[in-house]
């Protein structure tokens, strides 16, 4: 099994560019995670969606759409990049909602310039 | 005030030492989780806890409830053992997909 894999692992836009972010988990799991790593903050969750066909908001969605394409692929676009939006990115996924274990994705870094 | 906080910040050991790490955490909770990031970025869950302690191999994770506290321990630290260590928790009711990080305590352990 891969687990989770996420594409690209690099990224460079300018402002204004919109780009799709790409995860996949080949493990059966019901709820994907997108989270973004500042440096001296905690992982923070951008969207979920806790099973196929659902998704929600997390901390800081602005900004960001997703598509929970099927149950293995959950996909964040950025419409219109900006500097504030240059992080890591990393995708996640857990059997269900209420499961305690999450599976982490390489993650994605991105640069706005 | 962040809802998770982690101490120390950073900490660095000599090879076979015995390391704890810290975590406070302000708001009422359902689970408790400790992470390891590997320095190429990889981050990789140890433990889940929702009471008590839970071992494996030179791993130690506590967690007390009425304290709001964890802890992880590392016993006979390794150079591999060189990572960033983050707490997390799981917000109640149970049940609710969302997790609140802390920032991270980065460990390094020298030979």
């Known amino acids: 099994n891969a687990g989770v894999t996420q594409t690209p692992k690099f990224q460079v836009l300018k402002t204004g560019q919109s780009m799709t972010l790409q995860c996949a988990q080949d493990m059966n799991h019901n709820s994907m995670y997108w989270y973004r790593q500042d440096p001296g903050m905690g992982l923070r969750l951008i969207y979920y969606?806790?099973?196929?066909?659902?998704?929600d908001k997390g901390e800081v969605p602005n900004g960001y759409n997703v598509s929970r394409l099927n149950k293995r692929e959950f996909s964040l676009r950025l419409e219109s990049a900006a500097p504030s939006q240059t992080s890591v990115y990393f995708c996640?996924?857990?059997?269900?909602?209420?499961?305690?274990?999450?599976?982490f994705g390489p993650g994605t870094r991105l640069t706005v310039l | 005030k962040n809802e998770v906080e982690q101490s120390p910040q950073n900490l660095t050991a000599q090879e076979g030492e015995f390391i704890t790490i810290n975590c406070s955490y302000s708001v009422g909770i359902s689970a408790l989780h400790w992470l390891q990031q590997h320095p190429g970025g990889g981050i990789v869950s140890l433990f889940m806890l929702s009471s008590g302690k839970k071992k494996h191999g030179r791993l130690i994770a506590t967690i007390n409830i009425q304290e709001k506290h964890s802890s992880l321990h590392i016993t006979a630290s390794h150079p591999r053992d060189s990572a960033v260590y983050i707490c997390?928790?799981?917000?109640?009711?149970?049940?609710?997909?969302?997790?609140?990080f802390g920032t991270g305590t980065r460990l390094q352990v020298f030979p």
């Open positions: 997390a928790v799981r917000l109640k009711p149970w049940g609710t997909d969302k997790l609140i």
């Open positions: 996640a996924s857990t059997v269900t909602a209420s499961t305690d274990t999450q599976y």
């Open positions: 969606s806790a099973s196929e066909g659902t998704t």
